[in-house]
């Protein structure tokens, strides 16, 4: 236990009981945490959110007991089922669904919707949580339900001060609440962290140098999100690329886009003997990027390049690579970046990401390439090019 009970008297009652009886709860060893001993995901980190939600829950709410138990069970469970302390894009979704399992049992923890919705999107983008919102409560209750879930994402937000002076942007908080705790915020993560913050905010920054990395996004396009050749999943990992591209892209060197860009007859249609549905044929609304992200990469101050493949109506290019055209301005961009290395994301991850992958590391050697799990979705959940990662020992985060 790290907040001190000088701090913990700053909470209007009945927020600061409800703090004492969830952090109790918390280290009684009922609840399970992947990351607990984690100095970015562990036990401090949740001690901090549950702070924080019980604060500005209280400040949006009052004194109502069970909006303040619903945000109080959001922030006990909600990085439980973490995997790693990169981009676990898809771990709300796990601990959205341990909470469901936990409260089934005899633990006496009462199941609440919003407490699931609110754990299951904290880690995704907001449009993605206000979307399950209206489909799943009614007019009334999805008011509460939204500010419920608006002030969870910002007491997450609010220990982004364990990552460093440049890890929270205020700009992005959703309530006047949570913008007057900033300070406290910032305070509360100098008293009670157990690792030196700046050494923290330069291994971060080490870590996320991109000045000589590219960023290919494979596929990202309308026909393979919601259009005539869908990929599961594939929603989801596209919206959370859009908002890596917002906050992130303008790190890297250069930011590239392959898409098919088929001809009307082309052979991979089941109509002209292939075996895909009609999929990205040149000039449609299905062939462009899906429109979340595009108008991500529009942000993008040094701008993005797209290269085709799939263009010569008798010829099924999976890869990026086996395109000539495509992959000699890729080659040119490689070059004139001093790319030393290569984020990789997208659709199909089994398919056009696997074979961008397989020969893209023949030919500028595998320790180049990295895969980004959280932004790539595939048809067969992944099997495939888990396969290639693990055979060939590619980087994967």
Not at 260 to 267: L, Q, T, Y
Request: net charge negative; hydrophobic share 40%; aromatic share 8%.
């Amino acid at each position: 236990m790290t907040i001190n009970n000088k701090e913990i008297s700053k909470l209007p009652a009945p927020a600061d009981d409800f703090f004492r009886q969830w952090r109790d709860f918390m280290y009684s060893g009922k609840v399970s945490f992947n990351r607990g001993d984690s100095p970015v995901h562990g036990m401090d980190h949740y001690e901090r959110v549950l702070y924080h939600a019980l604060a500005v829950g209280f400040e949006e709410f009052g004194a109502d007991n069970q909006t303040l138990e619903i945000l109080a069970h959001a922030a006990v469970f909600h990085d439980s089922r973490r995997l790693d302390d990169e981009f676990d894009t898809g771990h709300g979704a796990r601990a959205a669904a341990y909470y469901t399992r936990f409260c089934g049992t005899d633990s006496g923890v009462v199941y609440h919707p919003e407490t699931d919705i609110a754990i299951r999107y904290h880690d995704l983008p907001d449009e993605l949580g206000l979307e399950a919102i209206r489909s799943r409560f009614s007019d009334a209750a999805a008011k509460r339900a939204l500010a419920v879930f608006k002030v969870f994402k910002d007491a997450d937000a609010l220990d982004r001060w364990r990552l460093g002076n440049k890890g929270l942007d205020t700009r992005f908080l959703r309530t006047e609440a949570a913008r007057s705790m900033v300070d406290t915020a910032r305070g509360l993560v100098a008293a009670t962290s157990a690792y030196d913050i700046t050494d923290m905010e330069r291994r971060i920054a080490s870590r996320s140098d991109r000045s000589h990395a590219m960023l290919l996004i494979v596929d990202p396009q309308t026909d393979f999100v919601d259009g005539s050749l869908p990929v599961a999943g594939a929603r989801v990992a596209i919206t959370a690329l859009a908002e890596y591209v917002r906050t992130q892209g303008d790190g890297y060197a250069a930011v590239v886009v392959s898409v098919d860009r088929h001809p009307a007859g082309h052979c991979s249609f089941a109509g002209n003997g292939g075996i895909w549905p009609r999929h990205c044929v040149a000039g449609s609304e299905g062939c462009g990027i899906w429109p979340p992200l595009a108008r991500a990469l529009e942000t993008l101050p040094k701008g993005f390049t797209v290269l085709a493949k799939g263009t010569d109506i008798d010829r099924e290019e999976y890869s990026l690579f086996a395109n000539k055209a495509a992959a000699s301005e890729l080659d040119a961009i490689v070059a004139a970046h001093n790319i030393s290395r290569i984020d990789v994301c997208g659709l199909a991850g089994d398919i056009c990401v696997r074979n961008t992958l397989a020969d893209g590391s023949a030919i500028y050697g595998k320790e180049r390439f990295c895969v980004l799990r959280s932004f790539t979705a595939s048809t067969d959940g992944g099997h495939a090019l888990n396969e290639l990662i693990e055979s060939e020992k590619l980087c994967a985060v």
